[in-house]
């Protein structure tokens, strides 16, 4: 396709306005004086890639019959649908209307117009879409109506939609239907509606597969399809992590421009068997006893996790065991080098293709395996454990858990909080919320690994009573704590804010396993202004 130019108007204003096939670049600037031919320092551009749809514009409507479109004596106009760039990451549908008196110009500029957003093969066509109607303040359904379907609309995105009815009917779907016909699938609600659609995506890949799950050294399969999330939850920790906002307008415009973002996921065992899978936040401890809490006082609404938190936080419970762990020492970065993910991530990107390189020598006997390489063993006593595969940043904590987290670097990073006073843990979790290093405390360690393992100290007590059962029948015995007192209890995981019914575990990071319509957080870029 030959570059365009033309004299066009837009908004009462004459512009050179300016098609380059070539750059997939559109662009205008106003008709310049005599002597000049180049833009001035108000040209505008738009990518392509960030066309929504382009349409001839009604002239006879109401919008258009004043002003200098009267003077016209035939007008002409077609709207392009775009993107723009908003404050924090946001994303809003905006319009530009362009005008001329020849209606062939018109219509020619309609078809090349068309005809490059129709070589744009990465965006959707037809989509599955699940609506959690119960979802943060039960808006998910009104969120979609008014938000995303008339997006989708314009866009000619085809879409199935199912609201669930009770737990797991989306992942229970997703096992059941044929998903070949979609090209991606889309969850309105929180954190636990997009973690249901990735574990039975997940699971329906893995099964067409053949790749027993419950193998925790089994590699997984990746996914054809994307996953969109349109957040309608109370904390939308994925979402804002991918995007950067939690704003459903901003991930329906994601979702049509076809934007592909892969994303590690952990798989979580416990002995032979697969618990669950985790994209955000793997937590023993505060996190797994608030988690915990709050799931008896559903009845509270979303003030629960505040209340549940308070407590957690006074009740002070700290937790022994041992952690052992295989750095990733295929990564690029580290877990404070204060090099956030973004878009385009150089160390997702890189990390990825040492990764590929250290399994290829691995599987020839090039290099050593998994099987020899140096696990690290920390023991203590733990106020929480955390394992983040991303930064897990929120509304209430916009650097997150642990900032420098990558998306899809192949690692996780595990950041331990060993026992201190209240004060001192008060104090790290406050950091979660401003910009000072959570880290930089003695009681606090940060690994970035590939895999880890847990093991409580009160299970290794139990198995050692076990073992001398027949030889001691006088109940426990306590080494080292109060005679009145018992083995130390176990607190719970909280996966992704699920509660794991066991405390053993053993963690593998699947390097971007699944993928998102996302492109990561962009840097703050200068919008310009559109006409």
Known sequence: MEALRSELWVKQQRCVVSLEPARALLRWWRSPGPGADGPGADACSLPIAEVIAVEEADVHGKHYTSGKWQKMERPHAFTVHCVKRARRHRWKWAQVTFWCTDEPLCHTWLQALRELLEKLTSRPKHLLVFINPLSGKGQGKRIYERKVAPLFTLASITTEIIVTERANHAKESLYEINIDKYDGVVCVGGDGMFSEVLHGLIGRTQRSAGVNQNQPRAPLVPSALRIGIIPAGSTDCVCYSTVGTNDAETSALHIVVGDSLSMDVSSVHHGGTLLRYSVSLLGY?????????????????????????????????????????????????????????????????????????????????????????????????????????????????????????????????????????????????????????????????????????????????????????GKQRLGHVCSDRPPCCCPAPNSSWNCDGEVLSSSAIEVRVHCQLVRLFARGIEENLKQEPLG
């Not at 877990?335 to 991530?345: E, H, N, V």
């Not at 509304?395 to 209240?422: E, F, N, Q, T, W």
């Open 285 to 469: 401890g505060f996190y797994g006893d608030l988690i915990k809490d709050s799931e008896k006082k559903r009845w509270m609404g979303l003030i629960r996790y505040d209340f549940s938190g308070v407590k957690t936080f006074l009740s002070h419970h700290c937790y022994e065991g041992t952690v052992s762990f295989l750095p990733a020492q295929h990564t690029v970065g580290s877990p404070r080098d204060r090099k956030p993910c973004r878009a385009g991530c150089f160390v997702c990107r890189q990390s990825k293709q040492q990764l590929e390189e250290e399994q290829k020598k691995s599987l020839y006997g090039l290099e050593n395996s998994e099987e020899v390489e140096e696990w690290k063993v920390v023991c203590g006593k733990f106020l929480a454990i955390n394992a983040t595969n991303m930064s897990c940043a929120c509304p209430r904590s916009p650097r997150g858990l642990s900032p420098a987290a990558h998306l899809g670097d192949g690692s996780s990073d595990l950041v331990l909080i060993r026992k201190c006073s209240r004060f001192n843990f008060l104090r790290f979790l406050v950091r979660h919320t401003n910009q000072h290093d959570q880290f930089d405390f003695t009681f606090v360690e940060v690994y970035r690994v590939k895999r880890f393992q847990f093991r409580s100290k009160s299970l290794d007590d139990e198995d050692s009573d076990l073992q001398d059962a």
